[in-house]
């Protein structure tokens, strides 16, 4: 039980009052970002990074995961109230958050939403708690070869679990590798692709890709849509929490079942979003009341939010244990890690311990905070989104070119940052994915310094992928991930082939 | 069919395949310039290990591979998307935001990131959100002063100041 002690340590670490400052700060800044379209958790996270370049990391990461939590809390609000969710992964939470708002039911709803993301979270942070150490002392006798399976791993997944095109998926993938590319190549020290051009030489940062395709991108599309706000009143009261809270106990199977899609989507880099619909839809499939789902139904808030929560936060575990990170926001505290002279890896387990637990204690008292703060003062956020589209929009793009600029304080990124919005608009629209593209842009360099160490050791042999059976099953599980469409097409005909007439009428795609 | 027509009589506009058809011409020319560079890098094998294009070349093929497929299954198959990709209302207000932002960049590239501000947020709410002058002017001079205080003042961050610097009377 040494994950105990140190934990307790991790407390002491932010139990100090500038830490415990900053966690409410960044709860609250977190949760204005949630609520506000165009500002989510990972770009939230990417403007604010270069404020913290002076903080020594423990607090810098307290306050930017802080911002995450409640980015992740404030999603619910705008969905229940206003029917737009402020966050990709609470559109599932409009389904049935907002007929409850407009039968006067929101209080219960905004309770049942913050209630279960807390439990979900809860539960993650526990299995990051006791699992990401293993997993770290594990990750230890990795070598190049283990490494560049699980880069490989983390991106087949991507392929062959995410929804919509896989091919879409791969080309906005390699994009972000391409990306990645330009600039030095840290190996040889040659030039690559910069076509001669001095400004290219320092590549392309994800930050810039990160503000530009999330935060212009968004103000783009939702632009398109012509907002007119109109929303159900935000009151909350002890009453309805108290009288919610009794009767939330009732849906534990599906918090559970949430929990686990949850804590499965954000280890491998499904994501939030993914793992909100699914539990949605599972919820909808398994509950006696599904048919009242879409209606009104407090399970269907339960089941996307719980869901949400658990894999935003157990995204973070492969973050810290292995330095590859589950989602676009993690991957954002990972380049902050770098900023602040941190090394990521499995390594930090034991080079940097106050940081590891004191981020970990964080995560408790963080969502602790968020609930508390949530709870008492959703009409204040509320209020935010009653100020009109033609303020709230200059201001935030005003606010993403900043933070865009300080990354490498370059008005060069500015300009980049507004090609990337057009791209996010129209790749948004078309439905090629963003998350592996910005994934790869972090990882490019380093997945492939990976790949040619391993090329090295083999003398340029791809056996090495299967060379002991650590690597080897690893590699196996990310063929097995990347062809699953195509596996599971195939096993849907064979089933078809099998039941013969009876499965015939029912056509799948 | 019919159901399609009409749609189409209501919302004019460019076909979502044809955007498709133009992202992937451009993805794959990307992804070909990629290789081609990575080629002449050396993609191969050298004395010292793998070639600084060894990587990347593969990164441009996949580009190329990934958009033949996306091509074949969104822009020649049977099934391509017919539907409007964005109407000209929807397109209209899509370039308010967009043409005001790229203005805002080009006027901070000369007066700095804070004139800037103030002129895109009063401008902005005047032009777009019909606002009164004095109500646009003050929201974006408080903007404005909040960025200077955090960054300049209590972050130390300096940001940029423009290359005619109007600020620079106060000494940052």
């Given at each position: 039980m ?46 604010l ?6 903080m ?18 404030g999603?619910?609000i ?8 402020g966050?990709?992964w ?5 389904f ?6 407009q ?16 439990v979900?979270?809860l539960?993650a942070?526990?299995m990051?708690t ?16 283990e490494f ?8 087949c ?6 929804k ?9 993938m390699m ?8 600039g030095?190549?840290?190996?040889t ?16 940062d994800f ?9 212009i991108?968004?103000i ?29 106990p009732?849906?534990?199977?599906t ?9 499965w989507?954000?280890?491998?880099p499904g ?6 619909f699914?539990s949605y ?8 009341r599904?048919a009242?789902?879409?209606?009104g139904?407090?399970?269907g808030?339960?089941a ?13 575990l ?10 676009p ?25 106050d ?10 008292l963080?969502n602790i905070?968020?609930?508390?703060v ?5 009409p204040?956020f ?11 929009a ?20 500015v ?13 948004k629209k ?24 391993s ?22 599980l ?32 | ?15 979502t395949w ?12 990307l ?27 593969y ?6 591979a990934a ?25 209209k207000?899509v370039l ?13 590239q ?18 777009v ?9 003050s ?11 955090m960054?300049?003042?209590?972050f ?6 423009g ?10």
């Open positions: 040494t994950e105990i002690a140190s934990l307790f340590h991790g407390f002491a670490v932010v139990l100090s009052p500038f830490n415990l400052l900053l966690m409410m700060i960044g709860i609250v800044l977190g949760v204005i970002i949630g609520v506000l379209p165009g500002l989510g958790g990972a770009n939230g996270v990417a403007i990074l270069p404020l913290t370049f002076s020594p990391p423990t607090s810098a990461i307290i306050l930017l995961s802080c911002i995450y939590w409640g980015a992740l809390f999603g619910a705008t969905s229940i109230l206003f029917n737009i969710p966050e990709p609470s559109v599932a939470t409009t049935d958050g907002y007929p409850m708002g039968q006067g039911r929101a209080g219960e709803a905004l309770t049942a939403a913050f209630t279960s993301s807390f979900g979270a539960f942070v526990l990051i006791f699992i990401a150490p293993l997993v770290a002392k594990f990750a230890l006798q990795f070598g190049p070869p560049f399976s699980v880069y490989l791993l983390t991106f997944s991507f392929v062959g679990m995410g919509g095109s896989p091919m879409k998926i791969l080309a906005s994009l972000g590798f391409a990306l990645a590319a330009v030095m190549d840290t190996v020290g040659q030039l690559r692709l910069t076509f001669g051009l001095p400004d290219l030489m320092r590549g392309f930050l810039i890709a990160v503000i530009g395709l999330f935060g991108g968004e783009l599309l939702s632009m398109e849509e012509g907002l007119a706000f109109s929303g159900s009143a935000a009151r909350i009261n002890p009453k309805v929490v108290i009288e919610t809270w009794k009767k939330l009732r849906y534990w199977v918090s559970i079942r949430s929990t686990l899609v949850g804590c989507m954000g280890i491998t994501g939030a979003t993914p793992a909100s699914m839809g599972m919820a909808k499939k398994m509950s006696p599904g009242n789902f879409g209606k139904e407090i399970e808030v339960i996307p939010e719980t869901a949400a929560h658990a894999a935003g936060t157990s995204a973070l492969p973050m810290l244990a292995l330095g590859i990170p589950g989602s926001t993690a991957a954002v505290l990972l380049g902050g890690l770098l900023i602040w002279g941190l090394q990521p890896g499995p390594l930090l387990f034991v080079e940097q311990k940081f590891v637990w004191g981020l970990i204690a964080s995560m408790y963080g905070a968020g609930l508390v949530v709870l008492t003062s959703v204040l509320a209020a935010i989104l009653r100020v009109p589209f033609a303020i709230i200059p201001i935030i793009i005003a606010i993403c070119a900043i933070g865009a600029y300080t990354v490498h304080n370059a008005m060069l990124d300009w980049y940052m507004v090609g990337f919005g057009i791209i996010g608009y129209v790749f078309l439905d090629y994915p963003l998350a592996p593209l910005v994934l790869a842009v972090v990882l490019g360099d380093r997945a492939e310094d990976s790949f040619r160490q090329m090295l050791l083999s003398q340029g042999s791809l056996t090495i992928l299967w060379s002991n059976w650590l690597v080897g099953s690893i590699s196996t990310a063929m097995l991930l990347l062809l699953w469409p195509l596996l599971a097409r195939g096993l849907q005909m064979l089933k078809d082939a099998v039941g013969g007439s009876r499965a015939a009428p029912e056509h799948r795609g | 069919m019919s159901q399609m027509d009409s749609i189409e009589a209501e919302e004019t506009g460019i076909a044809k955007v498709e058809l133009w992202v992937a011409l451009a993805l794959m020319l992804g070909a310039l990629v290789a081609y560079k990575s080629w002449e890098l050396g993609a191969g094998w050298r004395d010292d290990g793998p070639g600084p294009g060894y990587f990347p070349f990164i441009g093929v996949l580009i190329c958009c033949v497929v996306i091509l074949a299954r969104s822009v020649v198959s049977a099934q391509r998307d017919t539907s409007v990709f964005v109407t000209t209302p929807q397109l207000l308010t935001v967009l043409l005001p932002t790229v203005a805002f960049v080009m006027v901070v000369f007066l700095g990131l804070y004139v800037g501000s103030l002129l895109f947020i009063a401008g902005f709410m005047v032009w959100g019909h606002y009164g002058w004095v109500k646009s002017v929201i974006g001079a408080i903007v404005a002063v909040l960025t200077f205080l960054f300049e003042v209590w130390k961050v300096p940001l940029f100041k290359s005619l610097n109007p600020l620079g009377f106060l000494g940052y």
